[in-house]
């Protein structure tokens, strides 16, 4: 996987932009202490402080004592407010020209990008780049071009909108809404996660995250050997680098075997759109 420089630095423009909102609101609310000095003197190993304005016609300094002062407290943190404030608009700045100048080294985002005698099909660059060939990796879903489970098939008894036969109600949910989006889908596809084999209920590529995502529903929770399948299971993805939401989903049945369509929508929004 490609690490995604371009997003991240969006997403700290987005997030230094939202701390220097908050900083601003606090500053504003300390706008009384403009132009006030400290100074502070230390006798007998303890601090004391007095202040001062900037101003020819200002009060002469005045004693506070010690730091718990709210006048000292407050002059500390105006000016620790002016500084970062600073820092934050000179760091929004920067990073929002480096924005404007970045360009991307995905090769599936050059490729779109590149005329039709240039669309490549090359896995040998995707191997260099630490990516995977998003068409390539659609087009075999799409195909069925990979090597599916043939585990059990009498438990394939409900058939999703794709002419899928999946094992349960909630995994036909789970299918409609994912190629509702036209997201393509691997139905449990054979693997092998910490040694263990496993078919995971669905891999789908997110293009908006660059990796593969492993989504896997439980749907007999109140039964105790399946408790221990499932536990199971979550280690073997763990010692293959698959972790909850980060690149592995997991859902649940609730008690009346029923699942929330809301909730794999937003799921679905989060990790793919």
Known sequence: MIYDFEETLHAEIHKE????????????????????NLRARTHNGQTYYSAKRNSNDGPAERYLGKQSHSTVQAIQQRYYLEHVIANLENNIAAMDKLAARYRTIDPNRLREHFPKAYQFNAPELFRLAGSIDEQAWAKAALQGDYCASESHPEHLTQIAADGHY????????????????????????????????????????????????????????????????????????????????????????????????????????????
Not at 209 to 215: A, F, H, S, T
Request: hydrophobic residues 40%.
């Open 166 to 273: 999946v094992r349960s109600k909630s995994e036909v949910i789970i299918t409609n809404i994912l190629l509702s989006y036209d997201l393509p889908i691997r139905h449990e596809e054979e693997g092998v996660f910490g040694g263990m084999p496993i078919a995971p209920d669905f891999t789908i590529y997110s293009t908006k995250l660059q990796r593969e995502i492993i989504w896997e529903h439980f749907g007999l929770m109140n039964d105790s050997g399946y408790i221990r399948k499932y536990y199971n299971k979550m280690a073997a993805f763990a010692a293959a680098g698959f972790y909850p939401y980060i690149n592995l989903i997991t859902t649940f049945d609730d008690k009346d075997g029923n699942i929330d369509s809301r909730l794999i929508e937003e799921l679905v929004q989060r990790f793919f759109l």
């Open 17 to 36: 932009a939202e701390l220097l909102s908050r900083y601003d609101h606090k500053f504003r609310t300390l706008d009384s202490f403009t132009g006030w």
